[in-house]
């Protein structure tokens, strides 16, 4: 496939973890035509996107991550591509599968997904002609790769976009959902363990329970307060711990990585096991193919044997 040049884009992300059912690629290197579709403008969710990555086989998708409110001048200019871009707006605060794929450390952040493979365009606001210039990109992108087909759809000009029919999350990950919503992260992380048991290689509910359990550990905590204490006392394991979630939840990797294997020398097994169970959270959060990852998965190896 070919890359827009980095110049321009931040380069490739991985979303194939957020598939479902991951259904069989197609032998083709792209998928020409038309597709019908109710809406150029839906609602993306970490339980659905598994068929937007197959629509991106046909149709080029633009993805935006905001935070409350989607951006009225995002959909007014893939509007006037007439129909090569879908675009898919997606609550970060609510889709922390999907936030942490697409790397977004801020918000609005806006990805393309072209056969299959999400590419990072740009993160905050850009003026509309920049953006037009990036979105131009993308289309030779798709062309070049052998989607090139157009969205039809029914809606009106001046009609509201369709509300999107999601597919129901298995009963404990709603569980776990709503739960989160109530700030209840105990009886989510209760219920991610119930649908790891039952199904061990159920990503989502692994990625789910990570993310919970960070948020658990970070509740009611003031991290002004985490990192003095952390400052204070740079031998106690548990204020190092608090300060490398607070990094991690940031999208620090590297520091948060950084500072528990520099203290891990010095513990006792004890504490070389609570620092070990917690890069192996971290690692799952970030993804197995950050380099990032890579790096302290190596320093890790090397202080433990």
């Given at each position: 496939m ?29 998928t ?11 609602e ?17 998708v ?5 935070a ?9 200019i893939?509007?006037?591509y ?11 605060r ?13 918000v ?12 990072a365009?740009?993160e ?7 953006a037009?210039?990036?979105f ?11 989607v ?15 509300e999107p ?6 009963p ?7 739960a ?21 290689r159920d ?7 990570v ?12 991290a002004?307060?985490i ?14 711990l608090?300060?490398?979630?607070l ?5 620090h990797?590297d520091?948060?990585c ?19 169970t917690r890069?192996?959270?971290y ?11 890579a ?5 890790l ?5």
């Amino acid at each position: 496939m070919t890359d827009i040049p980095p110049t321009q884009l931040r380069g490739a992300v991985d979303l194939s973890s957020l598939l479902r059912d991951k259904p069989e690629r197609s032998t083709a290197s792209g998928t020409a035509g038309d597709s019908a579709i109710a809406s150029l403008v839906t609602e993306g969710t970490d339980a659905n996107f598994g068929q937007f990555l197959e629509l991106s086989r046909t149709i080029a998708v633009i993805v935006e991550l905001h935070a409350g409110e989607p951006s009225a001048t995002l959909e007014r200019i893939i509007r006037a591509y007439e129909g090569r871009f879908v675009l898919v707006t997606v609550d970060a605060r609510r889709n922390p599968q999907l936030t942490q794929a697409f790397q977004a450390v801020a918000v609005p952040t806006v990805a393309a997904v072209v056969g299959g493979r999400p590419i990072a365009l740009y993160e905050g606001e850009l003026a509309e002609a920049d953006a037009k210039g990036v979105f131009d990109q993308v289309v030779t992108l798709a062309t070049q790769n052998g989607v090139t087909g157009k969205a039809t759809t029914s809606e009106a000009k001046d009609e509201a976009p369709a509300e999107p029919v999601e597919e129901p999350l298995p009963p404990h990950h709603q569980a776990a959902f709503d739960a989160i919503d109530r700030g209840d992260f105990a009886t989510a992380i209760a219920e991610y363990k119930t649908a790891i048991a039952q199904d061990p290689r159920d990503q989502l509910a692994v990625a789910g329970l990570v993310q919970v359990s960070l948020l658990h550990r970070l509740d009611g905590a003031v991290a002004d307060d985490i990192r003095a204490t952390a400052a204070a006392s740079p031998g106690d394991l548990d204020a190092q711990l608090a300060v490398a979630d607070l990094d991690i939840s940031g999208g620090h990797v590297d520091d948060a990585c950084g500072r528990l294997l520099d203290l891990f020398p010095s513990l006792d097994q004890h504490g070389k096991d609570v620092i070990r169970t917690r890069l192996l959270s971290y690692f799952d959060l970030t993804g197995s193919d950050d380099p990032r990852v890579a790096a302290a998965r190596r320093r890790l190896t090397s202080l433990l044997y």
